[in-house]
């Protein structure tokens, strides 16, 4: 009798699943606010060229992280390899040309419950890894629960509103949402690249690997020498080919990442032809650097591509979890001994503007004064606010480009009203006795010249400031470990902030080793806004929270703001095809292709 009973309500469960199922509106695509620009039956992405030929090389250079020892960049430990998100493919992939909306790839179909409890993926019957091997709900699930339990400590935050993922059939697999209010969760999951777990059975996930991976993107690890080079190959038989988001795109067969430890090197490297393009970040060198014949001709091209992407927050951050650097007064005082418009005058020849908001060059940036939704949203915790985030709009210190004479007697009065004075030559805290003696961290000998003469504005306020640059594989390391006082920074954004603000500004992340707060941010205030933000209904709530959330970040003093520039530059060798538009939201190098005629003439 028991067993009958048990087995009716295993019955009466699944007729409830399968009644319930069809009740998801099933879509080809989401957008967290709008509606798609391309229909169900779209051809391919406006800014593609979907008959450029296939074929030829592309030769890239590393300098960033100089190094690699792993093939492996879904955990903490050792120093991925350039370019292996080639390799892997997700259950959906963003389009370059809206704000915030991702197309089906892996996944034929995406339903979200009405309430915005799950969704559910149905995945293409010719979705295969590269081994043949067909993708199934089964690899989705062990992805998740796997990147979430043994990845990089940043997952666990990231993918802490999914409650459970259920395999419902060999093609479909559901995700079931901790929260209802997270608009952003289901894109998030879709973003997820799906690793095969026949391949991983027999490995330790949590060590790095130099043996290539089985994936299932548009390209395979080709040939590795560790430490110095990787080349890919683009797979023939793709299973994506001709899938509308892939067509037009990945048209080159090898491309390959030479390492190099110096970016003069690289840059010469460039210039003789030795690797075909560099996006230069080095305002001197674009100004100084190509004065060549080979630019002269036409050979070598120098293109500025605009774009309508977020900066961000590039700055020297603060590490708060550091005792001399608690106090956000102190903070703001130092701030003041940077010279911007003498840094930019002179050393980038005026090429870029100030920053001055964490979601700079988007709608999302708090510029004016707070509006009315502003105020009503940020009035609850008004006794936990900065005393000038509702009456004042920030603006970093600034000057007329001839000194910082006048900054730095505002920083010395800041500073003695936080109690500190200069005695024995030091700035001195008058209670604890703690001296201002710290080291700003570097991983490019390139920025020095940026920061010395910040350290001798800082040094004539009375601190002890060294300038240290290290190896990128020492840089990271101590990165993770937050062994550092302050370093040089950027903390992305996009037009539609979400989970990964907790990974940026979350008391939780201020001590997860390894995530990207690196400020050490940790304020119950900031840690509400990041939820309103997540949990926002529509994009005219959203820019009022992630406005307020500026407010509260601006006002914290948690970074010294450098620059930004709203355009690629881009050198490159002219043996390329391209399509006549790049999309808004980013430098698509992955539709240029390798034109016959002009590669035949180098």
Same mark, same amino acid.
């Given at each position: 009798?028991?067993?009958?009973?048990?087995?009716?309500?295993?019955?009466?469960?699944?007729?409830?699943?399968?009644?319930?199922?069809?009740?998801?509106?099933?879509?080809?695509?989401?957008?967290?606010?709008?509606?798609?620009?391309?229909?169900?039956?779209?051809?391919?992405?406006?800014?593609?060229?979907?008959?450029?030929?296939?074929?030829?090389?592309?030769?890239?250079?590393?300098?960033?992280?100089?190094?690699?020892?792993?093939?492996?960049?879904?955990?903490?430990?050792?120093?991925?390899?350039?370019?292996?998100?080639?390799?892997?493919?997700?259950?959906?992939?963003?389009?370059?040309?809206?704000?915030?909306?991702?197309?089906?790839?892996?996944?034929?179909?995406?339903?979200?419950?009405?309430?915005?409890?799950?969704?559910?993926?149905?995945?293409?019957?010719?979705?295969?890894?590269?081994?043949?091997?067909?993708?199934?709900?089964?690899?989705?699930?062990?992805?998740?629960?796997?990147?979430?339990?043994?990845?990089?400590?940043?997952?666990?935050?990231?993918?802490?509103?999914?409650?459970?993922?259920?395999?419902?059939?060999?093609?479909?697999?559901?995700?079931?949402?901790?929260?209802?209010?997270?608009?952003?969760?289901?894109?998030?999951?879709?973003?997820?690249?799906?690793?095969?777990?026949?391949?991983?059975?027999?490995?330790?996930?949590?060590?790095?690997?130099?043996?290539?991976?089985?994936?299932?993107?548009?390209?395979?690890?080709?040939?590795?020498?560790?430490?110095?080079?990787?080349?890919?190959?683009?797979?023939?038989?793709?299973?994506?080919?001709?899938?509308?988001?892939?067509?037009?795109?990945? &048209?080159?067969?090898?491309?390959?990442? *030479?390492?190099?430890?110096? @970016?003069?090197? $690289? %840059?010469? =490297?460039?210039?003789?032809?030795?690797?075909?393009?560099?996006?230069?970040?080095?305002?001197?060198?674009?100004?100084?650097?190509?004065?060549?014949?080979?630019?002269?001709?036409?050979?070598?091209?120098?293109?500025?591509?605009?774009?309508?992407?977020?900066?961000?927050?590039?700055?020297?951050?603060?590490?708060?979890?550091?005792?001399?650097?608690?106090?956000?007064?102190?903070?703001?005082?130092?701030?003041?001994?940077?010279?911007?418009?003498?840094?930019?005058?002179?050393?980038?020849?005026?090429?870029?503007?100030?920053?001055?908001?964490?979601?700079? &060059?988007?709608?999302?940036?708090?510029? *004016?004064?707070?509006?009315? @939704?502003?105020? $009503? %949203?940020? =009035?609850?915790?008004?006794?936990?606010?900065?005393?000038?985030?509702?009456?004042?709009?920030?603006?970093?210190?600034?000057?007329?480009?001839?000194?910082?004479?006048?900054?730095?007697?505002?920083?010395?009065?800041?500073?003695?009203?936080?109690?500190?004075?200069?005695?024995?030559?030091?700035?001195?805290?008058?209670?604890?006795?703690?001296?201002?003696?710290?080291?700003?961290?570097?991983?490019?000998?390139?920025?020095?010249?940026?920061?010395?003469?910040?350290?001798?504005?800082?040094?004539?306020?009375?601190?002890?400031?060294?300038?240290?640059?290290?190896?990128?594989?020492?840089?990271?390391?101590?990165?993770?470990?937050?062994?550092?006082?302050?370093?040089?920074?950027?903390?992305?954004?996009?037009?539609?902030?979400?989970?990964?603000?907790?990974?940026?500004?979350?008391?939780?992340?201020?001590?997860?080793?390894?995530?990207?707060?690196?400020?050490?941010?940790?304020?119950?205030?900031?840690?509400?806004?990041?939820?309103?933000?997540?949990?926002?209904?529509?994009?005219?709530?959203?820019?009022?929270?992630?406005?307020?959330?500026?407010?509260?970040?601006?006002?914290?003093?948690?970074?010294?703001?450098?620059?930004?520039?709203?355009?690629?530059?881009?050198?490159?060798?002219?043996?390329?095809?391209?399509?006549?538009?790049?999309?808004?939201?980013?430098?698509?190098?992955?539709?240029?292709?390798?034109?016959?005629?002009?590669?035949?003439?180098?």
């Amino acid at each position: 009798m028991r067993k009958l009973i048990v087995r009716s309500i295993i019955v009466v469960l699944l007729v409830t699943l399968t009644v319930s199922l069809p009740a998801l509106a099933k879509e080809h695509a989401l957008s967290l606010h709008g509606t798609p620009k391309y229909p169900a039956d779209f051809a391919h992405f406006d800014y593609v060229n979907p008959n450029a030929p296939k074929g030829g090389t592309m030769r890239l250079a590393n300098v960033a992280a100089a190094t690699f020892d792993s093939l492996h960049p879904f955990i903490l430990r050792g120093t991925p390899a350039q370019g292996l998100g080639l390799i892997y493919d997700s259950l959906t992939e963003r389009s370059l040309d809206e704000a915030f909306t991702e197309y089906g790839l892996i996944a034929e179909e995406i339903a979200v419950a009405p309430d915005n409890s799950g969704v559910r993926f149905k995945l293409r019957e010719e979705a295969r890894f590269h081994d043949g091997v067909p993708i199934t709900a089964a690899d989705v699930q062990w992805t998740f629960e796997t990147l979430r339990e043994q990845g990089h400590p940043q997952y666990r935050a990231y993918y802490r509103d999914v409650e459970r993922v259920e395999v419902l059939a060999d093609d479909e697999v559901m995700f079931h949402f901790a929260t209802t209010g997270n608009a952003e969760l289901a894109m998030i999951i879709g973003q997820m690249p799906v690793l095969p777990k026949h391949y991983w059975a027999d490995k330790d996930f949590t060590s790095t690997t130099l043996t290539p991976p089985v994936g299932s993107g548009p390209y395979r690890v080709a040939e590795v020498d560790a430490g110095r080079r990787i080349v890919y190959e683009r797979v023939e038989e793709y299973w994506a080919e001709d899938h509308p988001v892939k067509r037009g795109r990945h &048209n080159i067969d090898r491309i390959s990442y *030479d390492y190099y430890r110096d @970016g003069t090197v $690289a %840059l010469q =490297a460039l210039k003789a032809g030795e690797y075909d393009l560099r996006q230069e970040n080095v305002a001197r060198n674009w100004a100084t650097a190509y004065d060549i014949p080979a630019v002269q001709s036409g050979e070598l091209r120098l293109e500025e591509i605009p774009h309508s992407q977020p900066a961000g927050m590039q700055g020297f951050f603060f590490n708060t979890r550091r005792p001399i650097f608690a106090d956000p007064q102190v903070r703001e005082a130092l701030s003041y001994a940077f010279d911007f418009e003498w840094t930019n005058e002179n050393l980038f020849y005026g090429a870029y503007r100030r920053t001055q908001s964490y979601f700079e &060059n988007s709608e999302l940036a708090a510029v *004016d004064l707070p509006d009315q @939704g502003e105020q $009503a %949203l940020l =009035a609850p915790f008004s006794d936990d606010l900065p005393a000038r985030v509702l009456t004042e709009v920030y603006q970093p210190p600034q000057t007329d480009g001839q000194g910082v004479r006048g900054n730095l007697r505002i920083a010395m009065q800041l500073l003695r009203d936080a109690g500190w004075a200069v005695s024995d030559g030091i700035l001195t805290h008058a209670e604890t006795g703690r001296k201002m003696d710290f080291e700003i961290l570097l991983v490019s000998p390139s920025f020095e010249r940026v920061v010395l003469p910040f350290q001798r504005n800082l040094e004539r306020l009375g601190a002890k400031v060294s300038v240290r640059t290290v190896d990128p594989t020492q840089y990271q390391n101590r990165m993770n470990d937050f062994d550092f006082d302050m370093t040089v920074h950027v903390a992305p954004q996009s037009l539609s902030p979400g989970n990964e603000q907790r990974d940026f500004w979350s008391c939780e992340a201020a001590e997860i080793s390894g995530s990207r707060n690196v400020a050490g941010v940790c304020d119950p205030v900031v840690d509400e806004l990041i939820e309103r933000i997540i949990d926002a209904p529509d994009r005219e709530s959203l820019i009022t929270r992630a406005r307020a959330l500026d407010r509260m970040l601006q006002w914290g003093f948690y970074a010294v703001p450098n620059w930004y520039i709203d355009q690629f530059r881009v050198a490159f060798w002219d043996r390329f095809g391209r399509p006549p538009e790049n999309p808004p939201y980013g430098l698509a190098i992955d539709t240029w292709w390798v034109d016959p005629e002009k590669a035949a003439t180098r």
